[in-house]
């Protein structure tokens, strides 16, 4: 068949459009597709966990071979992952008196109920994450009964509620009450919490003002960090690697404090 060597009324862009603000809203209205991004978390915790991978990599390699996740299901996974990770020592602490069964268990099972006791532990309902995590029966009873087991963690004497609810080893629990004094419980939420999703201006492209009218375009909401002349605080619902911005080389992603540290030692441009 012979082919039209005249170019279509209306040739392809060379390089992709950025996406709408309403194509971007639709897909991050996407409900969850709860038993994939499951698969995903336990495989990416699994790797973690049970093979001592680093973090990082593990989720990297994971979500790289989970192509038919939604955006907001990548998300999610990595959350779920790192929120589990963040309060680890806590989560057992809780499963292990709520279900006494637990340490015999097989490690699937372990794990699925890691990453549920972990949702509930950070504000989700009981019977929501039960129900997305498809546990029934002793495993769903086992999470209903997690507030009740989180009020006898309360009511240890501090020396030995500290390291559990920080969810830190005993000896850097102790560091930490050394350094921090009284503010040591506020210290270690503090390190608990999830990260600010920070961006650091390109110098090169042009100031932080400019790339934040950029990202107000595509819809993204960012506000100057506190510290860092050169650094933005995303939305963290934000994937900031199909923006526009990013694609460009406006930005990088990088925490406030990195930023500083770079100025500091005035690194030369690669």
């Known amino acids: 068949m012979k082919k039209n060597p005249r170019p279509p009324a209306r040739a392809p862009q060379s390089r992709r ?18 038993d994939l991004v499951l698969q995903a978390s336990l495989e990416a915790y699994g790797f973690i966990r049970h093979e001592g991978r680093l973090a990082d990599r593990a989720l990297d390699f994971t979500l790289r071979h989970k192509r038919n996740l939604y955006s907001n299901e990548r998300r999610a996974v990595a959350e779920r992952v790192y929120a589990l990770l963040r309060r680890q020592r ?65 009511a240890l004497p501090l020396e030995k509620r500290f390291p559990i609810a920080a969810s830190l080893p005993d000896f850097l629990a102790t560091r930490f009450r050394e350094v921090f004094g009284a503010d040591a419980e506020r210290a270690a939420e503090a390190m608990n919490e999830r990260a600010p999703l ?15 009218a950029l990202l107000e375009q595509e819809g993204v909401q960012a506000t100057p960090t506190p510290l860092s002349p050169l650094g933005l605080i995303l939305d963290t619902r934000t994937n900031a690697f199909s923006l526009e911005a990013f694609r460009d080389g406006w930005f990088e992603l990088q925490d406030d404090g990195s930023q500083l540290l770079g100025m500091l030692v005035d690194a030369p441009p690669t």
């Open 17 to 34: 459009e950025p996406p709408s603000s309403e194509a971007e809203a639709s897909r991050a209205a996407r409900p969850l597709r709860e």
């Open 90 to 154: 806590t989560v057992d602490f809780l499963l292990e008196r709520a279900h006494r069964g637990f340490t015999r268990l097989d490690k699937t099972r372990q794990d699925v109920l890691r990453l549920a006791a972990s949702r509930i532990l950070h504000g989700e309902p009981a019977d929501v994450v039960a129900r997305s995590s498809a546990l029934t029966g002793p495993d769903a009873d086992v999470l209903a009964a997690l507030p009740a087991t989180a009020r006898t963690l309360e």
């Open 198 to 212: 920070t961006a650091r201006t390109n110098g090169f492209k042009g100031d932080r003002e400019r790339l934040r």
